[in-house]
C-alpha cells in the first residue's frame, strides 16, 4: 500500500507564478518531511524539510506546509522559475533507528517561460 | 567537494546473472543507503549501513545484499537476476545516519536486465 500518495502526476505553471504541489501521507508514525527535487539522469536533490512539531518552514522561494490532522503537505514555490522544471518527490520517515525515506511517485513540474 | 559518486552508470544484464553496483559517499560522511527507483515510481528504500554495519533492510528478497568498508564505500549485490529488477539503484549517503540527517543522492545506476 501507498503510505505517501502524491495525486498529481504533472503540474504546468507559468513562470513568475506560484506552485503548488501536494503530498498526502497514511501513517501516523511519520515526524518527518522532506521534499526532493530531480532532474533527468541526475539523483534527487534534497529541497527542504519540516518536522512534525511545525506546521510551516520556508526556505527562500520554497515553503513546506503541514496539516497533520488531514495528513496532508504541501510545497509552495513563488515566484516560480523555468529552471524550476523538475519531477518533485515528497519522503517521509518515522522516528526510527534508520533514516529511512518513504517516497511519493512524484509530480513532474514544468514551468513556461 | 565531490558529490556522491556511483558506477557504473549503465549496466545491461540477462536474467540470472549476477551484478555488483558500487558507491562512494560525500567525504566525512559514515552513513550510506540504497534505494530502487522503477520507472513511474519513487525511489523505495532497500539498505542502510553505518560504520560497516546493517542498519535498516527494506522489502526485497534474500537476492539483495550489500556492504559497506573502511573506507564507507558500499556495495550493493543482486543474484539471480530478474526482469522486474530493471531500475535505477540509487545510492545515498548522511553524515552519520542519524533520523533526521539530510541523505545526499548520487546520480544512479541504471540496470536493465534482458
Known amino acids: 500500500d501507498q503510505q505517501v500518495k502524491q495525486n498529481s502526476p504533472s503540474l504546468s505553471v507559468q513562470e513568475g507564478r506560484i506552485s503548488i504541489l501536494n503530498c498526502d501521507y497514511t501513517?501516523?508514525?511519520?515526524?518527518?518531511f522532506l521534499w526532493y527535487k530531480k532532474y533527468p539522469a541526475e539523483g534527487p536533490t534534497f529541497l527542504i524539510s519540516?518536522?512534525?512539531?511545525?506546521d510551516k518552514n520556508e526556505d527562500g522561494r520554497f515553503t513546506v506546509f503541514l496539516n497533520k490532522s488531514a495528513k496532508h503537505l504541501s510545497l509552495h514555490i513563488v515566484p516560480s522559475q523555468p529552471g524550476d522544471s523538475a519531477v518533485y518527490f515528497c519522503?517521509?520517515?518515522?522516528?526510527?533507528?534508520?533514516?529511512?525515506?518513504?517516497f511519493g511517485t512524484g509530480t513532474l513540474l514544468a514551468v513556461q517561460p | 567537494d565531490a558529490g556522491v559518486t556511483q558506477s557504473p552508470t549503465h549496466l545491461i544484464k540477462t536474467r540470472g546473472q549476477h551484478v555488483t553496483l558500487r558507491c562512494s559517499p560525500i567525504?566525512?560522511?559514515?552513513?550510506v543507503s540504497w534505494y530502487q527507483q522503477v520507472l513511474g515510481q519513487g525511489p523505495q528504500f532497500i539498505f542502510q549501513?553505518?560504520?560497516?554495519?546493517?542498519?535498516g533492510r527494506g522489502n526485497f528478497p534474500d537476492r539483495f545484499s550489500a556492504r559497506q568498508f573502511p573506507n564507507y564505500s558500499s556495495e550493493l549485490n543482486v543474484n539471480a537476476l530478474l526482469l522486474g529488477d530493471s531500475a535505477l539503484y540509487l545510492c545515498?549517503?548522511?553524515?552519520?545516519?542519524?533520523?533526521?540527517?539530510?541523505?545526499?543522492f548520487g546520480p544512479g545506476t541504471r540496470l536493465t536486465v534482458l
Open positions: 545515498a549517503s548522511s553524515r552519520d545516519g542519524a533520523s533526521t540527517d539530510t541523505q545526499y
Open positions: 501513517n501516523s508514525m511519520f515526524d518527518y
Open positions: 519540516i518536522s512534525s512539531i511545525k
Open positions: 519522503a517521509a520517515k518515522e522516528w526510527d533507528a534508520t533514516n529511512k525515506l518513504i
Open positions: 567525504s566525512g560522511h559514515k552513513s
Open positions: 549501513y553505518y560504520e560497516k554495519e546493517e542498519r
